[in-house]
């Protein structure tokens, strides 16, 4: 079956430093790519996603590249703020067809500290 | 407008209640789902509905019962829940397949739902 592992963390940074959540997955055939964050007692938005191998997802200075080679996807910023304290969930959606639900990574906790 | 609401955004009840989470989107998304997740853990799928009609159901115990009257609306009916239920609930949204973005599922704020 599919699965997505990221390092949990909790991660924590300085602001302006650079970051990298790591995401690795084990799927069949061509599956799309997410991440979403999610603020506290909030639900989760869509931060950016890639649906096919070397697409590169970008959104409000994230970035990430879908890697087919390495089954990876890993998260960057090249400057993060305060504001970008959230828990990040790298997420998988298969390519069999149909409506399917989305195959979650455990989440990372991101603190960034002023 | 990418919006998923949902209604209650908090839920207290006991474990003999009925209660009712409404889940409502009015982009044109024909498929629609359920999450659950427990705190400092990712959500986790219960229910699929794909036109209106219930395609997936993660083997959800049968106190957690879902509806979908319309291509806009979603329901989860809660009957005699456990303390170990309490959560917060997700919504999501997508398109139907075929359809650009189909990929995608939009998220709604959530029900924080506390059994006592």
């Known amino acids: 079956g599919n699965s997505v592992t990221q390092m949990e963390g909790p991660v924590t940074l300085s602001e302006e430093a650079f970051l990298t959540i790591n995401c690795t997955y084990t799927?069949?055939?061509?599956?799309?790519l997410f991440w979403y964050v999610q603020y506290p007692g909030e639900g989760l938005q869509l931060l950016l996603k890639?649906?096919?191998?070397?697409d590169k997802g970008s959104n409000k200075g994230f970035e990430a590249t879908y890697r087919k080679e390495t089954t990876s996807f890993h998260l960057e910023k090249g400057s993060v703020q305060v504001s970008d304290s959230a828990v990040y969930f790298c997420a998988l959606r298969g390519s069999g067809g149909g409506a399917d639900g989305l195959t979650f990574g455990k989440g990372t906790h991101l603190i960034i500290q002023p | 407008d990418t919006e998923v609401t949902q209604t209650p955004k908090h839920l207290v009840m006991g474990m003999t209640n009925k209660k009712s989470l409404k889940c409502e989107q009015h982009m044109g998304h024909r498929a629609m789902y359920w999450y659950k997740q427990k705190a400092k853990k990712p959500p986790e799928l219960m229910f699929v509905?794909?036109?209106?009609?219930?395609?997936i159901n993660e083997s959800v115990p049968s106190r957690f019962s879902p509806e979908c009257p319309n291509s806009s609306l979603l329901n989860l009916h809660l009957h005699a829940l456990q303390p170990e239920d309490s959560a917060l609930y997700l919504c999501?949204?997508?398109?139907?397949?075929?359809?650009?973005?189909?990929?995608?599922?939009?998220f709604g704020p959530g029900t924080r739902l506390l059994v006592l």
């Open positions: 509905y794909s036109y209106e009609k219930l395609s």
């Open positions: 890639a649906t096919k191998a070397d």
């Open positions: 999501a949204s997508s398109q139907p397949v075929g359809a650009a973005d189909q990929e995608t599922q939009y």
């Open positions: 799927a069949t055939g061509y599956p799309s």
